[in-house]
T-cell receptor, first 109, second 113 residues
Framework: SQQGEEDPQALSIQEGENATMNCSYK?????LQWYRQNSGRGLVHLIL?????REKHSGRLRVTLDTSKKSSSLLITASRAADTASYFC?????????FGKGTRLSVIA | DTGVSQDPRHKITKRGQNVTFRCDPI?????LYWYRQTLGQGPEFLTY????????KSRLLSDRFSAERPKGSFSTLEIQRTEQGDSAMYLC???????????FGPGTRLTVT
């Protein structure tokens, strides 16, 4: 079963704009991860945020975590056409991951 | 570091046939996971190994599914008497025990006709 939901399900933006996607989860967590999946391919790990962290940055990525609301957000700044992909949040880690349904991001050049 | 590889990348089979997929994890990774992903959904956990021991199986893993990791290196996932509902992408991932990040292979796309 899916742990939570990403929102929105789909997002279309122009190149150079920022993209924000949200994730909600159901149970207590030790960490939350974000993965990217290009069409029909495997998943690539993007960033991990631990339960005692509120914000984390990696390059053009910014992740926030609000454990009181059981939610996380992923911000991609200055988007590029190559960012077109599906983005999933996942809980678990060191155990089987539980994924949401993902956000499909389209970046239009 | 060659990454996680899976073979075959695509498999088309007729209903009722058996299929077997192979996953080669990153060499030093002792944990290996199998997930299944259907269109428009996130991956769902099937089973995982630590070295050669199968530690957990999902309720999704019916008795037609079996997975092995005989020497703690590569793993195979077999589906017997395939059904159309088995059509999906089968993803393999590996990790170094104790670390949460998982590294995924490209997947095997199964189509049951």
């Amino acid at each position: 079963s899916q742990q939570g939901e990403e929102d929105p399900q789909a997002l279309s933006i122009q190149e150079g704009e920022n993209a924000t996607m949200n994730c909600s989860y159901k149970t207590s967590i030790n960490n939350l991860q974000w993965y990217r999946q290009n069409s029909g391919r495997g998943l690539v790990h993007l960033i991990l945020i631990r339960s005692n962290e509120r914000e984390k940055h990696s390059g053009r990525l910014r992740v926030t975590l609000d454990t009181s609301k059981k939610s996380s957000s992923l911000l991609i700044t200055a988007s590029r056409a190559a960012d077109t992909a599906s983005y999933f949040c996942a809980t678990g880690g060191n155990t089987p991951l539980v994924f949401g349904k993902g956000t499909r991001l389209s970046v239009i050049a | 570091d060659t990454g996680v590889s899976q073979d075959p990348r695509h498999k088309i089979t007729k209903r009722g046939q058996n299929v077997t997929f192979r996953c080669d994890p990153i060499s030093e990774h002792n944990r290996l996971y199998w997930y299944r992903q259907t269109l428009g959904q996130g991956p769902e956990f099937l089973t995982y190994f630590q070295n050669e021991a199968q530690l957990e199986k999902s309720r999704l893993l019916s008795d037609r599914f079996s997975a092995e990791r005989p020497k703690g290196s590569f793993s195979t996932l077999e589906i017997q008497r395939t059904e159309q509902g088995d059509s999906a992408m089968y993803l393999c991932a590996s990790s170094l025990g104790g670390l949460p990040e998982q590294y995924f292979g490209p997947g095997t796309r199964l189509t049951v006709t």
